[in-house]
């Protein structure tokens, strides 16, 4: 990413959540008030001086792009984050093993190597699936007694 | 003192205090490299199983686990850029990049030795320097705590040069995070957005392992690596990173020492604050600071050693004043009473000789700690022989149950996603998650020295400026602050200095 565009997107960010809790703290008062109304004030200056430099890179032109920018993969990225939102919010429902069990067996099948076939890559995800959840229940749950998150239905 | 050490040292040698040494060890290095399970979780989990022994041998175990844990969050820190615990978060600094420019057996063995060195000269502390020292200690009030905790946090200035201004914002992001949930000084609700369960705010541990962990997930499964790192193991590592220690580490770490001896003596204060000034020291005084962050040995040598020597520290106040010096010493404490056994003179004359079994088994438990972990070392690196996909979404796995475990509630799984989103694309536009966490880590402890100065400057009708700088030891913490504050623009003015007196000629292309 060029300099100038993250020194943007970092300023906008920072005002972005600068105005997300300069909102909330609308019903405050005392000292607590003063001590997040001071970080914010810090935390808008800081977003405009980044926002500011952002644009003086960017119209001088001395904003040489990256040379060794590494590609991403972006649909692995949103793929893992889908799932891992969505195992959240399974657990909450079916508690933490029937989800462990779908989101493993299923990110480890769109994620695997695509060079591997089907029965292979069916194969070793059933085995890893398994070999996670019986060593975590064995060593967390019955070994530590660490709880695991329980669900609505079980 | 001398009269109890010979039957304390005799003490150690009993079959069941070797196994219980050596257990505790093992339970300890397992639980610390295991992201979400923390040394205060470890050594509580115990404290039951060992109402069932004497006193001294629950002692030494919880010893041995609490040295075991801290030394532990190292190993997944340099292996999957996961700190085990928060007082690993700095061990990432340089253990990662270490991990990924193929010297992940240096970088743990590296840890090893130093987390081993800091927690056996902690000990030394613990034992000759207990009573002065916890007289210091009990002079922090609210002014003096905030000084330590802001000088802590300008060390973001030093972690993040050539980019301070959103190392700043990132610090101040973190600490705006951590006031989420009730406002300790009027016990409103602030900042929960609508969300009524984020009243009990944001948890450090939770938080620490999105920053680091979940953000490292989505990095990781971004790339088309099909493994984390290269895994090269060297024939006589240990005895080539002996010698490179010997001759590059000594200073850095008899300093680092001596910051978590002190840093561990706060009430409040612990190993993750210790280790992250131990390391911006370092980086201060290194005449090459700009290697930090690229993989080098001091850069793992000072957070690790400083993190152990946190132990010895925190239990100063704790024995001697009954003042715990961090949550693991305040649940060891509460063992303690549990057995009818007061802290402070007595403990140290009537119960002597349990009390100096403890503290010789400390010095037992880092000189275990060394062979314990070089074999589990060896184990662990097999990590890295595993494809990537499996272990991003195992990392997953863990992060669910390490984060669900802290409080037992959902909230903080979702945590976890938010603050790996948030450590994630902090990432790719240059803010930093070390300075975030550190935010986060001396957000409570500022804004509480913070409201107790002002408090006080009420009681005593005097100017609020004036609480901040009424002691000597504040203003020794003013000082500090400021010259952390000015260091990148001293360097920054050295080097340019240095780069206009250099001869034409003798410049690089």
């Given at each position: 990413?060029?300099?100038?565009?993250?020194?943007?997107?970092?300023?906008?960010?920072?005002?972005?959540?600068?105005?997300?809790?300069?909102?909330?703290?609308?019903?405050?008062?005392?000292?607590?008030?003063?001590?997040?109304?001071?970080?914010?004030?810090?935390?808008?200056?800081?977003?405009?001086?980044?926002?500011?430099?952002?644009?003086?890179?960017?119209?001088?032109?001395?904003?040489?792009?990256?040379?060794?920018?590494?590609?991403?993969?972006?649909?692995?990225?949103?793929?893992?984050?889908?799932?891992?939102?969505?195992?959240?919010?399974?657990?909450?429902?079916?508690?933490?093993?029937?989800?462990?069990?779908?989101?493993?067996?299923?990110?480890?099948?769109?994620?695997?190597?695509?060079?591997?076939?089907?029965?292979?890559?069916?194969?070793?995800?059933?085995?890893?699936?398994?070999?996670m959840c019986v060593s975590v229940w064995i060593v967390f749950v019955k070994f530590l007694y660490v709880p695991t998150p329980e669900g609505l239905l079980f | 003192m001398w009269e109890f050490i010979p039957t304390a040292i005799g003490n150690l040698f009993l079959p069941l205090n070797i196994f219980l040494l050596i257990a505790g060890m093992v339970g300890g290095i397992i639980i610390g490299a295991l992201p979400g399970l923390t040394a205060t979780m470890g050594v509580a989990l115990?404290?039951?199983?060992?109402?069932?022994?004497?006193?001294?041998?629950?002692?030494?175990?919880?010893?041995?686990?609490?040295?075991?844990?801290?030394?532990?969050?190292?190993?997944?820190?340099?292996?999957?850029?996961?700190?085990?615990?928060?007082?690993?978060?700095?061990?990432?600094?340089?253990?990662?990049?270490?991990?990924?420019?193929?010297?992940?057996?240096?970088?743990?063995?590296?840890?090893?030795?130093?987390?081993?060195?800091?927690?056996?000269?902690?000990?030394?502390?613990?034992?000759?320097?207990?009573?002065?020292?916890?007289?210091?200690?009990?002079?922090?009030?609210?002014?003096?705590?905030?000084?330590?905790?802001?000088?802590?946090?300008?060390?973001?200035?030093?972690?993040?040069?050539?980019?301070?201004?959103?190392?700043?914002?990132?610090?101040?992001?973190?600490?705006?995070?951590?006031?989420?949930?009730?406002?300790?000084?009027?016990?409103?609700?602030?900042?929960?957005?609508?969300?009524?369960?984020?009243?009990?705010?944001?948890?450090?541990?939770?938080?620490?392992?999105?920053?680091?962990?979940?953000?490292?997930?989505?990095?990781?499964?971004?790339?088309?690596?099909?493994?984390?790192?290269?895994?090269?193991?060297?024939?006589?590592?240990?005895?080539?990173?002996?010698?490179?220690?010997?001759?590059?580490?000594?200073?850095?770490?008899?300093?680092?020492?001596?910051?978590?001896?002190?840093?561990?003596?706060?009430?409040?204060?612990?190993?993750?604050?210790?280790?992250?000034?131990?390391?911006?020291?370092?980086?201060?005084?290194?005449?090459?600071?700009?290697?930090?962050?690229?993989?080098?040995?001091?850069?793992?040598?000072?957070?690790?050693?400083?993190?152990?020597?946190?132990?010895?520290?925190?239990?100063?106040?704790?024995?001697?004043?009954?003042?715990?010096?961090?949550?693991?010493?305040?649940?060891?404490?509460?063992?303690?009473?549990?057995?009818?056994?007061?802290?402070?003179?007595?403990?140290?004359?009537?119960?002597?000789?349990?009390?100096?079994?403890?503290?010789?088994?400390?010095?037992?438990?880092?000189?275990?700690?060394?062979?314990?972990?070089?074999?589990?070392?060896?184990?662990?690196?097999?990590?890295?022989?595993?494809?990537?996909?499996?272990?991003?979404?195992?990392?997953?796995?863990?992060?669910?149950?390490?984060?669900?475990?802290?409080?037992?509630?959902?909230?903080?799984?979702?945590?976890?996603?938010?603050?790996?989103?948030?450590?994630?694309?902090?990432?790719?536009?240059?803010?930093?998650?070390?300075?975030?966490?550190?935010?986060?880590?001396?957000?409570?402890?500022?804004?509480?020295?913070?409201?107790?100065?002002?408090?006080?400057?009420?009681?005593?009708?005097?100017?609020?400026?004036?609480?901040?700088?009424?002691?000597?030891?504040?203003?020794?913490?003013?000082?500090?602050?400021?010259?952390?504050?000015l260091t990148p623009f001293f360097l920054e003015w050295k080097r340019k200095r240095m780069a206009t007196h250099e001869p034409k000629g003798s410049q690089h292309p």
């Amino acid at each position: 990413m060029r300099s100038s565009v993250a020194d943007l997107a970092a300023g906008v960010l920072s005002l972005l959540f600068a105005a997300a809790f300069y909102l909330q703290s609308a019903k405050l008062s005392g000292v607590g008030h003063d001590y997040s109304l001071g970080l914010i004030l810090f935390i808008t200056l800081g977003g405009l001086f980044l926002l500011f430099r952002g644009i003086r890179k960017r119209l001088s032109g001395s904003d040489p792009s990256p040379e060794d920018a590494e590609p991403t993969a972006y649909g692995r990225l949103f793929f893992i984050l889908a799932a891992t939102v969505t195992y959240a919010g399974f657990i909450s429902l079916v508690g933490f093993y029937i989800a462990s069990t779908f989101i493993l067996f299923s990110s480890a099948m769109v994620l695997n190597d695509a060079d591997w076939g089907w029965k292979k890559r069916t194969l070793v995800a059933a085995i890893f699936t398994t070999v996670m959840c019986v060593s975590v229940w064995i060593v967390f749950v019955k070994f530590l007694y660490v709880p695991t998150p329980e669900g609505l239905l079980f | 003192m001398w009269e109890f050490i010979p039957t304390a040292i005799g003490n150690l040698f009993l079959p069941l205090n070797i196994f219980l040494l050596i257990a505790g060890m093992v339970g300890g290095i397992i639980i610390g490299a295991l992201p979400g399970l923390t040394a205060t979780m470890g050594v509580a989990l115990m404290v039951p199983v060992t109402f069932a022994m004497d006193t001294t041998s629950g002692l030494i175990m919880l010893g041995s686990i609490y040295c075991g844990a801290i030394y532990g969050g190292a190993n997944a820190a340099i292996l999957v850029c996961t700190p085990g615990t928060p007082s690993s978060v700095a061990t990432t600094f340089d253990g990662w990049p270490m991990c990924q420019n193929g010297e992940a057996d240096k970088a743990l063995i590296v840890s090893l030795l130093s987390s081993a060195f800091g927690g056996f000269m902690g000990t030394v502390f613990l034992l000759f320097l207990a009573a002065p020292l916890a007289l210091f200690a009990v002079r922090f009030g609210g002014p003096e705590t905030f000084w330590v905790c802001l000088f802590g946090l300008s060390t973001i200035a030093v972690m993040t040069k050539g980019n301070m201004v959103k190392g700043l914002i990132s610090g101040a992001l973190g600490l705006l995070l951590a006031t989420v949930g009730l406002d300790p000084y009027s016990a409103t609700p602030r900042f929960t957005f609508g969300h009524y369960a984020l009243i009990s705010g944001v948890e450090v541990v939770p938080a620490m392992i999105g920053l680091f962990s979940f953000s490292q997930v989505l990095y990781l499964i971004g790339t088309h690596k099909p493994f984390i790192a290269k895994y090269s193991p060297v024939p006589g590592m240990l005895m080539h990173v002996v010698r490179e220690m010997a001759s590059k580490c000594k200073v850095i770490m008899a300093r680092s020492t001596v910051i978590g001896t002190l840093v561990g003596m706060l009430p409040g204060a612990g190993g993750a604050i210790a280790s992250i000034i131990a390391y911006n020291e370092t980086k201060r005084w290194d005449k090459k600071p700009e290697r930090f962050g690229t993989g080098i040995i001091e850069g793992v040598a000072a957070p690790e050693t400083a993190n152990n020597a946190v132990i010895g520290g925190a239990l100063i106040p704790t024995l001697t004043l009954g003042i715990p010096g961090c949550a693991v010493a305040a649940v060891m404490l509460g063992a303690l009473t549990a057995k009818g056994i007061q802290p402070g003179v007595k403990l140290f004359t009537v119960t002597g000789e349990m009390a100096y079994t403890f503290i010789m088994s400390l010095f037992a438990a880092n000189l275990i700690m060394i062979p314990v972990g070089l074999l589990l070392i060896k184990i662990m690196a097999r990590l890295l022989s595993i494809r990537l996909t499996f272990v991003a979404i195992g990392i997953i796995m863990f992060s669910v149950i390490g984060a669900y475990a802290i409080r037992n509630s959902m909230l903080d799984v979702w945590i976890v996603i938010v603050f790996g989103v948030i450590g994630y694309i902090g990432n790719r536009v240059g803010l930093d998650n070390g300075g975030m966490a550190l935010g986060i880590i001396l957000g409570p402890m500022i804004e509480e020295g913070f409201s107790r100065s002002v408090s006080l400057s009420r009681a005593h009708d005097d100017s609020v400026l004036q609480v901040f700088w009424n002691s000597n030891i504040a203003l020794v913490f003013i000082f500090l602050t400021l010259l952390s504050l000015l260091t990148p623009f001293f360097l920054e003015w050295k080097r340019k200095r240095m780069a206009t007196h250099e001869p034409k000629g003798s410049q690089h292309p």
